[in-house]
């Protein structure tokens, strides 16, 4: 029997890393995502493949069920090694699913590029999760790591706010609708930024006024929700650039690229890579491109 299940992407407007730490965040999910798709197989083995967003294969193997219930994890895993962690994990929290003598045929296919950063993993690990019957966030946390605001997402088609209580996840539904998200972009950066890194370098770099800085971006995070105006909005926007810049001991995007740009910049999740989001009150796209940058959505075009 053929089974098919499907999850948003991500965008993390506000409360990158210090999400990680009690911090309320705004994400955004996207009008792309990753869908999965499973079926008999044989050999008690699962037939892999993943499917770009262009039809080509980006990644295939075969993984016998016995290399999924042994694994053990490495310091620098693979691209298979990782999906066999994710399995494993998966496994040890339903273990019916390698129970048949059979096996499994099971293919992925993204609706956007890898290379742009919109949760390749977080949507393959709630299209995993969804198909076991296990909880999501539970098997990011043991597998991949990350705050969790990526598989709440993947989970939901409309604005949230998210944050971690008492070590829970919370989510809740938000109205984001203003007038001036006509004047929203989202430009893709060229380099995909790795998350597990990024969120390694945030760690060593936290300072001793972690509780204030969380009370700083979270108070940041309910602007931007509130915001009526563009100006409101950007004035949010740049105050929480400001703030990271200092945490991470960085400069922000806009001083390192776009010093020139007639607008707010603002780094989205990981800095130094993936998408940013810019607000400008005229079509910036001849500027970025201009810049090398080709990729520039609407947020009509991006954004559930």
Do not use: R
Not at 12 to 33: M, N, S
Not at 142 to 165: E, V
Not at 265 to 289: C, M, Q, R
């Amino acid at each position: 029997m053929k089974q098919t299940f499907y999850s948003n992407g991500k965008l993390l407007i506000t409360g990158e890393y210090l999400v990680l730490d009690g911090a309320k965040a705004f994400a955004l999910p996207t009008k792309f995502g990753q869908n999965l798709t499973v079926t008999e197989g044989v050999n008690q083995e699962i037939d892999w493949k993943s499917y770009n967003d262009d039809g080509t294969i980006w990644f295939e193997a075969k993984l016998t069920f016995a290399a999924i219930k042994n694994h053990k994890t490495t310091d620098n895993p693979t691209v298979k090694e990782t999906l066999i962690t994710i399995l494993h994990e998966a496994y040890l929290k339903n273990a019916s699913f390698l129970g048949t003598d059979l096996g499994y045929q099971i293919t992925t296919t993204l609706s956007f590029p890898k290379k742009w950063g919109l949760g390749t993993s977080s949507t393959l690990i709630n299209n995993i999760a969804q198909w076991l019957q296990i909880d999501a966030f539970e098997l990011l946390k043991t597998s991949f790591g990350g705050s969790g605001y990526d598989i709440a997402c993947a989970q939901n088609n409309y604005p949230i706010t998210y944050q971690i209580i008492d070590n829970k996840p919370v989510v809740k539904k938000v109205i984001f609708d203003p007038a001036f998200t006509k004047n929203i972009y989202f430009v893709y950066l060229n380099k995909k930024q790795n998350s597990k890194t990024a969120i390694a370098n945030y760690q060593k770099n936290k300072t001793d006024n972690l509780k204030k800085n969380i009370e700083t971006i979270t108070t940041l995070t309910n602007a931007t929700l509130q915001a009526n105006t563009a100006s409101v909005f950007t004035t949010a926007l740049e105050k929480h650039e400001a703030t990271l810049s200092h945490i991470l001991e960085t400069n922000t995007i806009k001083e390192i690229a776009f010093t020139d740009f007639n607008g707010t910049i603002k780094s989205l999740g990981a800095w130094g890579g993936d998408f940013i989001l810019a607000v400008s009150e005229l079509n910036p796209t001849e500027y970025f491109h201009s810049k090398g940058f080709n990729t520039i959505l609407t947020y009509e075009e991006m954004i559930l």
